[in-house]
């Protein structure tokens, strides 16, 4: 018999990623999207290609993570195996502007579903994963970050997540249902949303290289994050429900470097060749005729700032043999290479 997966979240960059995964695996995978005014599926449309649609194994249910009529009744319907809740209010900013639907989706959506597996007495068959972050680190700067780190949110995102990192604990503890959490560095790929800084970063240097931009604008240069590749954190988030028992792990590369030297990398990668100047908000990346190609706008500044992540992974090392597979400047190329042939 077939494994069944639900992944709400398809739509998004992990769980496109996580689709493909579990299909090459043999997997049912059952998707929920959202109804949008226009096509939000652009990141599954080649799946949903033949010949998985034809064969069933790829099917797609209208639904959202706030609706806990049709959570519990998609639960129900489906029987899954496997639970993925990558869905979410995912952009750190943007939860300091809608702070209230960031904890409806991020914070109760983990709280549904996990009721629904409750509620329709699925708690030995079904297993189920929460898409955890570092943002629960936030303010708690000391690094490395592992799974003993003490969590400081910094933004509604992050509180939001709190919640739905410890229900899941909750449920697991109370229900024994098979329930964990990934706490998961950034990820990235050429399927990142536009507003997230690596992405923002390429698709503005891409268009400075082809003349179609002038100046691309940024926040906060000085940030440090721990950047992987998104294929290979999907496979984490698989081997975590593939144990014996349920383990909340950090998954991450180890590695961290600033925005600026990010923004350094992607310039060197397209042969742009850049001079920092000034400091704080006039501090500017100008070229050699003085043209400016970086500029800050305090617009990208957040409320409060996450400054420092760098996660330790030796517990999915040794638990899950998992390691990251693409280093960050393969991770660059991939983006940089498609996006200068979008
Ligand atoms: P993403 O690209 O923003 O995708 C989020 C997905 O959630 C999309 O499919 C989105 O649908 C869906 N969604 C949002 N609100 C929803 C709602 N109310 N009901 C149903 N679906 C909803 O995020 P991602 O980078 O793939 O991340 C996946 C998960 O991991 C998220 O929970 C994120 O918070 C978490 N995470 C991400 C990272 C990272 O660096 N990428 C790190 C740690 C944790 P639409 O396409 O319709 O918007
Ligand atoms: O920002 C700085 C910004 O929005 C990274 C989400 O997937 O990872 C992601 O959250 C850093 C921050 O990602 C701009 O201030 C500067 O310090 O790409 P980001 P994030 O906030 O780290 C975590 C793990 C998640 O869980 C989240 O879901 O870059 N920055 N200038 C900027 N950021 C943006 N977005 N735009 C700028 O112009």
Redesign the pocket.
């Known amino acids: 018999m077939k494994k069944k997966a639900l992944i709400f979240g398809i739509t998004g960059q992990d769980g496109s990623y996580l689709a493909e995964f579990l299909l090459k695996k043999k997997y049912i995978v059952h998707g929920v999207k959202r109804r949008s005014s226009s096509i939000n599926t652009g990141r599954i449309d080649h799946i949903y290609q033949e010949p998985y649609t034809k064969k069933r194994t790829f099917i797609l249910h209208y639904g959202d993570i706030t609706d806990s009529l049709l959570v519990t009744r998609l639960v129900n319907e489906i029987k899954p195996d496997e639970i993925y809740n990558l869905a979410?209010q995912?952009?750190?900013?943007v939860s300091f502007e809608s702070p209230e639907y960031t904890a409806n989706a991020d914070a109760l959506g983990a709280l549904r579903i996990l009721e629904a597996i409750r509620f329709t007495k699925l708690e030995n068959k079904t297993k189920y994963y929460q898409?955890g972050?570092?943002?629960l680190f936030g303010r708690n700067e000391k690094t490395p970050q592992n799974e003993k780190a003490n969590f400081y949110p910094a933004?509604p995102?992050?509180v939001a997540?709190l919640y739905a990192h410890w229900i899941t604990i909750n449920y697991k503890e109370a229900y024994n249902i098979f329930a964990c959490n990934g706490v998961?560095?950034?990820?990235?790929s050429p399927r990142?949303?536009e507003?997230?800084?690596?992405?923002?970063?390429v698709q503005g240097l891409c268009k400075i290289k082809k003349r179609k931009q002038n100046t691309l604008?940024?926040?906060?240069?000085y940030?440090?994050?721990d950047w992987g590749h998104a294929r290979d954190y999907v496979e984490a988030m698989w081997l975590m429900l593939q144990q014996k028992k349920p383990i909340d792990l950090v998954i991450s590369t180890g590695k961290q470097i600033t925005?600026k030297n990010f923004v350094n990398k992607v310039a060197r990668k397209l042969n742009i060749k850049i001079f920092w100047r000034g400091k704080g908000l006039n501090e500017k990346a100008i070229d050699k005729k003085g043209k400016v190609i970086i500029a800050?706008?305090k617009?990208?500044?957040?409320p409060l700032?996450?400054?420092n992540?760098l996660g330790d992974s030796r517990k999915a090392k040794k638990i899950l043999n998992w390691k990251p597979k693409v280093n960050l400047d393969d991770l660059i190329s991939e983006m940089v290479n498609l996006e200068m042939n979008r």
Do not use: M, P, W
């Open positions: 979410a995912s952009h750190v900013q898409a972050t570092s943002e933004s995102y992050g997540k998961l560095f950034n990820h990235e990142r949303g507003t997230f800084v690596t992405q923002k970063i604008y940024l926040g906060n240069l940030a440090k994050r925005v800050c706008d617009t990208y500044y957040r700032e996450v400054n992540l």
